[in-house]
């Protein structure tokens, strides 16, 4: 798992990853900025959770989700039309050529592809945040 500065600083920025946690893939065992989470506990006056990591109780909104390739996988496996269990390892493979990617973790991989396939946006290095295609596009033309 990629413990390292750039990977978390590409999860909190992938802002629609992180609203999607909490509703969709929140469970023990998952990895934060604080830690693991080791246990669930719902607040039921506002609907959000507090959680038990490495470094005592969170609220969820107080971390960082780092997702893991298996989470980040089942993301895109039912978005990416025509591309099923190793035919996705394909469209991975095809991403990261079209794209020159040479992140240095397949979490980093996998998150761009994430990003690109379902909010068309990409990982710029410089400013360090997700940057939509088309701002990408009009930066190559000057």
Same mark, same amino acid.
């Given at each position: ?28 065992g ?16 506002? %609907?959000? =959770? *507090? ?11 107080? $971390?960082? =989700? *780092?997702?893991?390739?298996? +989470? ?5 496996? %039912? ?6 269990n ?14 020159k ?6 979490? +980093?991989? =996998? $998150?761009?592809?994430?990003?690109? +396939?379902?909010? +068309?946006?990409? =990982? %710029? %290095? ?9 701002? *990408?596009?009009? *930066?190559a033309?000057?």
């Amino acid at each position: 798992m990629d413990c390292g500065t750039k990977y978390i600083k590409m999860c909190k920025q992938a802002v629609e990853i992180q609203e999607q946690w909490e509703d969709e893939y929140l469970s023990i065992g998952d990895e934060t900025d604080f830690g693991i989470i080791t246990s669930l506990e719902e607040y039921y006056d506002d %609907n959000t =959770w *507090r959680v038990g990591t490495d470094e005592g109780f969170q609220d969820t909104k107080d $971390l960082i =989700w *780092r997702p893991k390739q298996d +989470q980040l996988q089942k993301m895109v496996i %039912n978005f990416d039309i025509g591309y099923q269990n190793s035919g996705i390892l394909f469209g991975l493979m095809r991403f990261a050529e079209r794209h020159k990617y040479e992140e240095s973790s397949f979490e +980093q991989l =996998w $998150l761009a592809y994430v990003m690109c +396939q379902k909010y +068309q946006k990409y =990982w %710029n %290095n410089c400013t360090e945040c997700w940057e939509k295609y088309k701002a *990408r596009v009009e *930066r190559a033309k000057e």
